[in-house]
Every structure is written in C-alpha cells, then in structure tokens.
C-alpha cells in the first residue's frame, strides 16, 4: 500500500497558524522541534539535568519506601489520580513512585472502557471496587474523571449524563475525606507541540508503538474541545479537602521529582528527611484552575 494511501495527516491550528501534521511522516516537523519545550507556557528554556535528576530521584524513592512502612504500621490508606491529556506522562510517573515499593500493597489501576455490566452500575462503582485497605496505597492512572473530559469530547456520554457526574463527584470526594482517605488529585499539563512529539515518537519508536492508541489519531484535532472540559473541571472539582495539584510536565524530569516532593511533603510519615525532599519548584507545581491561568 502506498504510503499516501496510509497518511493521516492533518490540518491543525498551531498559534494562530494553519499547519499539517502527518504522524506516519518519519521525520518530526521543524516548528514542533523548535516549540516542543516551551509549549503551553512552560517556563524552563531547558530540561533538568539528567544526572541531577536521577540523585534526586532516587533520594525521593527512599522516601517513598518509608511512606509504604508508615502506612502499614499506621493502616493508612492513599488513593492518588493522575490525570492529564493523551501523552501527558501519567504512566512514567506513576511507575517513578512505584519503582522501589512491594507491589503487595502498592497498586496501579488502570482499566480498560466498561463492560456491559458495568455500564448499568452506579458510576464510581467499579471504582470503587479497587479502593485500598488499611495499609495500601492505590495509583488510578485515569480515573473517574474521565466523564469529565475524554466522554463528553469523545461522545461516549450524554450532556446529562456529564453534568450529572460535575454534581454528583465533590460528595462523592468529600466522602472519601470523610472516611479518612488521604487522596491526591494530578493534572499533567502538556502544551501542544509536546503531545504531537510525544505522539510521533510513539510512532515511530518500536518500543512505544503500542502507546498510541486510535483515541490518541482521533483526539488530534480535538485540543480546544479538551482545553474547555479541562477548565470546567478544575474550576468545579476543585476544593480546599479535595484540590487538584497541576503539575506543568512539557519536562518529565522536572514534573516527576516536584509532583513526589508534593506527595511526600503531604504525608506525616515516621523518618521524613526534609532536606533529602527538597523544595518545591512553584513554576512547576500550584493548585487548580489559577495555576494555569
């Protein structure tokens, strides 16, 4: 088959400028190279160092392995949600946290679309189902909050269906607060030169080829629409017991090490070594819908 048979190439606005993208095209385009980095208001002219980020890293895993001592001497339980756009980084990062600690206790929930029996449950309800116990920490990579973006753009919910959830999830929050879950809520926040390099290595690198999926083709010229539903639900599930942390992760150096100091620092856990934390980098890191404003 001929490789004009195959292209899916696409017209996009790009800053105010029409621009073709055609992901099946080896060579990554000169105006998503140039702009990849800074996109999306990111502040940093460079990523970190990779060395210094390893040091660093590691030094927070330490940590994290006396969080999952604490939590099962204190039977404490953590849910944290990492949400975010398609290439957003919320697989590395959730594998950043999980690297060092026993997979007994710590757990990644990643589902697959519902099947038929779940579509007639209450909605949280097979969510639910993967909660953690005393002792447990549980990694949502998506979430419940998929109602709030991914359906209503994608049309795979009614409008009914979509408001009903943006009332229905600060109770269902303020329920899990109530019963004494520490819960974290993420936003990766790309710009949008990074998701298409992102996209395109996916493409073309045999290792992450599987990563692409036909939702990531699909959602392509979607960027406003995603931008919108993105607004609405930090702006109407955002609160002082359940906050959204965004985390700005054009570099996912930077991002990983600032979100698992957020984490860390939150946690009353035995032998914190501040100094081993460090400070969080406030360009990187803030809270709901101000922070990318």
Same mark, same amino acid.
């Given at each position: 088959?001929?490789?004009?048979?195959?292209?899916?190439?696409?017209?996009?606005?790009?800053?105010?400028?029409?621009?073709?993208?055609?992901?099946?095209?080896?060579?990554?385009?000169?105006?998503?190279?140039?702009?990849?980095?800074?996109?999306?208001?990111?502040?940093?002219?460079?990523?970190?160092?990779?060395?210094?980020?390893?040091?660093?890293?590691?030094?927070?895993?330490?940590?994290?392995?006396?969080?999952?001592?604490?939590?099962?001497?204190?039977?404490?339980?953590?849910?944290?949600?990492?949400?975010?756009?398609?290439?957003?980084?919320?697989?590395?990062?959730? *594998?950043?946290?999980?690297?060092? =600690?026993?997979? +007994? $206790?710590?757990?990644?929930? #990643?589902?697959?679309? %519902?099947?038929?029996?779940?579509?007639?449950?209450?909605?949280?309800?097979?969510?639910?189902?993967?909660?953690? *116990?005393?002792?447990?920490?549980? =990694?949502?990579? +998506? $979430?419940?909050?998929?109602? #709030?973006?991914?359906? %209503?753009?994608?049309?795979?919910?009614?409008?009914?269906?979509?408001?009903?959830?943006?009332?229905?999830?600060?109770?269902?929050?303020?329920?899990?607060?109530?019963?004494?879950?520490?819960?974290?809520?993420?936003?990766?926040?790309?710009?949008?030169?990074?998701?298409?390099?992102?996209?395109?290595?996916?493409?073309?690198?045999?290792l992450k080829v599987w990563k692409l999926s036909p939702m990531?083709?699909?959602?392509?010229?979607?960027?406003?629409?995603?931008?919108?539903?993105?607004?609405?639900?930090?702006?109407?599930?955002?609160?002082?017991?359940?906050?959204?942390?965004?985390?700005?992760?054009?570099?996912?150096?930077?991002?990983?090490?600032?979100?698992?100091?957020?984490?860390?620092?939150?946690?009353?856990?035995?032998?914190?070594?501040?100094?081993?934390?460090?400070?969080?980098?406030?360009?990187?890191?803030g809270f709901g819908p101000n922070f990318l404003s």
């Amino acid at each position: 088959m001929k490789e004009a048979e195959t292209s899916r190439a696409v017209t996009l606005d790009i800053r105010g400028k029409s621009r073709q993208f055609d992901i099946d095209n080896p060579e990554l385009p000169g105006w998503i190279k140039d702009h990849a980095l800074n996109s999306g208001g990111f502040p940093y002219d460079d990523k970190m160092d990779k060395q210094k980020y390893r040091k660093q890293l590691e030094k927070l895993q330490v940590e994290l392995v006396k969080v999952q001592y604490w939590l099962k001497s204190s039977g404490k339980r953590v849910i944290a949600l990492f949400e975010g756009r398609d290439a957003a980084g919320k697989g590395g990062m959730i *594998s950043s946290i999980r690297a060092f =600690l026993n997979p +007994r $206790s710590a757990h990644i929930v #990643a589902l697959d679309k %519902p099947t038929d029996r779940e579509l007639g449950q209450w909605y949280f309800q097979r969510y639910i189902a993967h909660f953690p *116990s005393a002792g447990e920490i549980v =990694l949502f990579d +998506r $979430s419940w909050y998929n109602r #709030a973006i991914v359906e %209503p753009v994608m049309g795979f919910c009614t409008p009914q269906q979509y408001e009903d959830f943006l009332k229905a999830v600060p109770r269902f929050e303020d329920t899990l607060h109530d019963e004494g879950f520490i819960f974290f809520k993420f936003w990766l926040d790309i710009g949008r030169e990074m998701q298409l390099k992102r996209f395109h290595d996916r493409r073309h690198e045999p290792l992450k080829v599987w990563k692409l999926s036909p939702m990531d083709i699909a959602a392509l010229g979607k960027w406003d629409e995603y931008t919108e539903k993105r607004d609405v639900m930090l702006d109407r599930t955002h609160n002082e017991e359940t906050p959204w942390v965004v985390v700005r992760a054009n570099d996912k150096r930077r991002a990983r090490i600032n979100l698992i100091r957020h984490m860390l620092l939150s946690l009353d856990y035995d032998g914190k070594d501040k100094d081993a934390i460090g400070e969080i980098d406030d360009k990187i890191l803030g809270f709901g819908p101000n922070f990318l404003s």
